[in-house]
């Protein structure tokens, strides 16, 4: 639990950039304009699948107004069969994916794109660009892709020696399943499919970039980390890093969504031809067509289990979507599954599936929603079948410290248990349902978390305030939980600390806002600067005092002199001190940059109750719990939002949202209002339980909150419509027509017995 001592870790303060972003104050991407700038347009296929036979962009180019036309040609030419790695990307695919090379994979891929002096005239420039193809039959669906007469999307992959859209594979494996199996009293096993969603963040994409003469180049962008955004535009353009400086815009969401490039390359490259800034800003459209869902999936999980209930062994395979580039996430889906548990036998294999859609992006814990939902699912079943309550089935099972995981690592101290047991005794779980089709659900989740490169530099100003720079954008609110720490370090006032989000060229690198590693890594960086620049005030203390410092103490925001030395003078402020600073050796301010590591996985349990209405196929979802071990809450409130945030996500996975393809492999719903994601009168209030189990190697405890709340959402609503209905419907979305064509099947099927 929180240290009831602390003044402002655990506190529910003020969001330093709340007042900018509700009054429109903010600086969004999409905001950015320059003196001379232009507008860019980007052409995309009419085809899921047609090779590029040649471009002619010349009546493109003659266009008046226009002042720039760019293709796959004016970028560095990544050979196909040679990984170039950038941390988990290969600037293979994202070379492909930004512009079409040899051949167009989905409908909607970009091909080229022209900057002009307005977007009316680069979309029409767009028009007169001329290109020969030819056409290719597609697969979009994975059966489709995986099928033997198949089209091959890329000549040079293969699997077992021959052509194939498997792009690799993942395998995890603990003890004998087949053993395991054998010792089991019950046996469910289980195929289960999930669909494409989007990661819906309300801000599209957007950038303007400026190259000046001599390569130097400015973005300002909206994404989830500038350093790869300097990184990957440089990789793509060969403009070197030196020259490329990325200052990261506020961010309308991203989820996972931007954690790559689309169009920042594209832009420089216009931007160098022309002379001109350029400024790209994608549609609704665009996104939906174009930029990464998460991947769509099928499985098949078989789980065996004693009478008692002991879980003995556990297999999954998952098949994802990768889009039309490898790279789908294949190891969370695999290697979050059966990780809440303590099996001893488990085997855990993931496929890498591309096809004609839209090369995936991460979205939120990356494939583990998909594991858990096919594993939760069976779990709901196995529970049925024994006639054990859901909850003490996984509280018999459930992974403790010591536990040996078949991903893996060997758990240290984690908080799966103490979920469980809140969920068990809680009053929502303890209160009858009362309606008629009314059920409830159950499902838990885990996420890896993260840690990794961070920096941070802690400055103290003229008057006594203090600044903190960091490298992350802040998308869940990491500005308010870093001024509550470091206010909390220097035993100040909260509102004495402003955090800013430094560019490339401001703070040291620091990698990706994403995988709930920001708040652990950051926290890390930003103590150790704090805990210097204390240390430097205590020696200024010692300087005025002609004293050593180590007769020196912090508390409560002053220097004390302690010892023999204690009544001797009077203590100093952090304002006292800082207005001596020049008079003592000058600024004061410390920086460190690490790798960070120590962090640890997070698990979380989820309570859902629904009622369906039988006529129409509507799930309503009445009421929802989540239980999350979050290591430390330094802000509760933005701990809460980002559980509300996941929650709201799942169950808009488990009812509605999905891509939908015509018979010309093109996406039928690219907008928000028939890509159905949940609004607030579409859900009830979300309540959160908010578990601390301090990880032991962090400063403050902290584990990580942001990826595991969505991972049990989908398994928890579909395992509330059985209970609700008595009809274990393994498909997702559970949306009316689908709810409705359950309940006729099975009125059919009783009816046939």
């Known amino acids: 639990m929180n240290d009831q001592s602390n003044k402002w870790i655990g506190k529910r303060t003020v969001r330093p950039d709340g007042a900018d972003k509700v009054t429109g104050r903010a600086a969004y991407a999409a905001d950015a304009t320059m003196p001379g700038m232009i507008w860019a347009k980007v052409l995309r296929s009419p085809y899921p699948h047609a090779v590029?036979?040649?471009?002619?962009?010349?009546?493109?180019?003659?266009?008046?107004?226009?002042?720039?036309?760019?293709?796959?040609?004016?970028?560095?030419?990544?050979?196909?069969?040679?990984?170039?790695?950038?941390?988990i990307q290969d600037m293979r695919w994202m070379s492909r994916n930004m512009l079409a090379k040899e051949k167009v994979l989905f409908h909607g891929h970009p091909i080229a794109a022209v900057a002009a002096t307005n977007e009316e005239i680069a979309a029409e420039a767009c028009a007169l660009i001329e290109v020969d193809y030819e056409v290719l039959p597609f697969a979009i669906e994975i059966d489709d892709a995986i099928a033997k007469d198949a089209p091959i999307l890329h000549d040079?992959?293969?699997?077992?020696?021959?052509?194939?859209?498997?792009?690799?594979?993942?395998?995890?494996?603990?003890?004998?399943?087949?053993?395991?199996?054998?010792?089991?009293?019950?046996?469910?096993?289980?195929?289960?499919?999930?669909?494409?969603?989007?990661?819906?963040?309300?801000?599209?994409?957007?950038?303007?970039?400026?190259?000046?003469?001599?390569?130097?180049?400015?973005?300002?962008?909206?994404?989830?980390?500038?350093?790869?955004?300097?990184?990957?535009?440089?990789?793509?353009?060969?403009?070197?890093?030196?020259?490329?400086?990325?200052?990261?815009?506020?961010?309308?969401?991203?989820?996972?969504?931007?954690?790559?490039?689309?169009?920042?390359?594209?832009?420089?490259?216009?931007?160098?031809?022309?002379?001109?800034?350029?400024?790209?800003?994608?549609?609704?459209?665009?996104?939906?067509?174009?930029?990464?869902?998460?991947?769509?999936?099928?499985?098949?999980?078989?789980?065996?289990?004693?009478?008692?209930?002991?879980?003995?062994?556990?297999?999954?395979?998952?098949?994802?979507?990768?889009?039309?580039?490898?790279?789908?996430?294949?190891?969370?889906?695999?290697?979050?599954?059966?990780?809440?548990?303590?099996?001893?036998?488990?085997?855990?294999?993931?496929?890498?599936?591309v096809s004609n859609r839209s090369k995936v992006a991460a979205y939120r814990a990356p494939g583990a929603p998909i594991g858990a939902f096919a594993v939760e699912s069976v779990l709901d079943e196995l529970a049925a079948e024994l006639g054990m309550d859901p909850l003490k089935l996984r509280?018999?099972?459930?992974?403790?410290?010591?536990?040996?995981?078949?991903?893996?690592?060997?758990?240290?101290?984690?908080?799966?248990?103490?979920?469980?047991?809140?969920?068990?005794?809680?009053?929502?779980?303890?209160?009858?349902?009362?309606?008629?089709?009314?059920?409830?659900?159950?499902?838990?989740?885990?996420?890896?978390?993260?840690?990794?490169?961070?920096?941070?530099?802690?400055?103290?100003?003229?008057?006594?305030?203090?600044?903190?720079?960091?490298?992350?954008?802040?998308?869940?609110?990491?500005?308010?939980?870093?001024?509550?720490?470091?206010?909390?370090?220097?035993?100040?006032?909260?509102?004495?600390?402003?955090?800013?989000?430094?560019?490339?060229?401001?703070?040291?690198?620091?990698?990706?806002?994403?995988?709930?590693?920001?708040?652990?890594?950051?926290?890390?960086?930003?103590?150790?600067?704090?805990?210097?620049?204390?240390?430097?005030?205590?020696?200024?203390?010692?300087?005025?005092?002609?004293?050593?410092?180590?007769?020196?103490?912090?508390?409560?925001?002053e220097a004390r002199p302690m010892g023999e030395h204690s009544a001797n003078f009077p203590s100093m402020t952090l304002e006292e001190l800082a207005a001596k600073a020049n008079a003592t050796g000058g600024p004061i301010g410390a920086g460190s940059q690490s790798n960070t590591v120590g962090a640890e996985g997070g698990f979380a349990t989820h309570v859902c109750d629904v009622e369906v209405d039988v006529d129409l196929g509507i799930v309503r979802v009445l009421r929802y719990t989540c239980f999350q071990d979050v290591g430390r809450a330094i802000h509760p409130s933005y701990v809460e939002g980002q559980l509300?945030?996941?929650?709201?996500?799942?169950?808009?996975?488990?009812?509605?949202?999905?891509?939908?393809?015509?018979?010309?492999?093109?996406?039928?719903?690219?907008?928000?209002?028939?890509?159905?994601?949940?609004?607030?009168?579409?859900?009830?209030m979300l309540d959160c339980g908010i578990i601390e189990i301090p990880n032991p190697k962090h400063p403050q405890g902290v584990r990580g909150v942001g990826e595991v709340p969505l991972v049990p959402g989908p398994a928890a609503v579909r395992n509330a419509v059985h209970d609700a209905i008595g009809i274990w419907i393994d498909d997702l979305p559970l949306s009316p027509p689908n709810v409705l064509a359950a309940i006729d099947a099975n009125a059919a099927k009783q009816a046939a017995e």
Request: charged share 20%; proline share 5%; glycine share 12%.
């Open 52 to 87: 590029i036979k040649s471009i002619d962009t010349s009546k493109a180019e003659a266009l008046p107004g226009v002042k720039a036309v760019a293709t796959a040609a004016d970028f560095v030419d990544f050979p196909v069969d040679t990984p170039v790695p950038l941390g």
């Open 395 to 557: 509280l018999k099972n459930a992974a403790k410290e010591g536990t040996k995981a078949a991903h893996g690592p060997t758990y240290p101290r984690i908080g799966y248990v103490e979920t469980l047991e809140a969920a068990l005794n809680s009053e929502h779980y303890k209160t009858p349902l009362s309606g008629k089709f009314q059920g409830r659900g159950v499902a838990s989740g885990f996420w890896f978390n993260a840690g990794g490169e961070s920096s941070a530099q802690v400055n103290i100003t003229e008057d006594g305030n203090v600044v903190v720079t960091t490298g992350h954008p802040d998308i869940g609110g990491s500005r308010a939980s870093i001024a509550n720490i470091t206010a909390e370090l220097l035993g100040i006032n909260y509102d004495q600390v402003s955090v800013q989000i430094g560019d490339t060229a401001t703070i040291g690198y620091s990698n990706l806002t994403g995988g709930s590693r920001v708040l652990f890594a950051s926290a890390m960086v930003v103590t150790e600067s704090t805990e210097q620049v204390i240390e430097q005030l205590k020696g200024r203390a010692a300087k005025i005092w002609g004293i050593d410092p180590s007769q020196v103490v912090w508390e409560g925001g």
């Open 644 to 684: 509300q945030g996941g929650v709201a996500q799942g169950i808009g996975w488990a009812l509605n949202e999905e891509y939908i393809y015509n018979k010309k492999g093109q996406v039928d719903n690219p907008g928000f209002l028939d890509y159905r994601m949940p609004v607030c009168s579409d859900l009830p």
């Open 156 to 353: 040079f992959m293969k699997f077992d020696g021959k052509p194939s859209n498997i792009a690799g594979t993942l395998e995890h494996t603990l003890g004998d399943v087949d053993a395991g199996f054998a010792e089991a009293d019950v046996v469910i096993e289980r195929s289960f499919t999930t669909k494409p969603v989007h990661q819906g963040y309300i801000e599209t994409h957007a950038c303007v970039v400026s190259v000046a003469p001599d390569d130097r180049t400015t973005i300002w962008s909206s994404s989830q980390g500038q350093f790869m955004v300097r990184a990957m535009t440089s990789f793509l353009t060969g403009i070197p890093q030196s020259k490329v400086t990325a200052i990261p815009a506020e961010i309308g969401g991203g989820f996972g969504g931007k954690t790559i490039v689309y169009l920042e390359p594209v832009a420089t490259v216009l931007s160098k031809k022309s002379g001109r800034p350029v400024k790209m800003v994608m549609t609704r459209e665009e996104v939906m067509r174009a930029t990464g869902p998460t991947s769509g999936s099928k499985s098949t999980v078989k789980i065996g289990a004693k009478k008692d209930g002991t879980i003995v062994a556990g297999k999954g395979t998952f098949y994802l979507q990768a889009g039309c580039l490898p790279g789908s996430p294949i190891r969370g889906a695999a290697g979050c599954a059966f990780a809440p548990y303590d099996i001893p036998n488990v085997h855990s294999f993931g496929y890498d599936v």
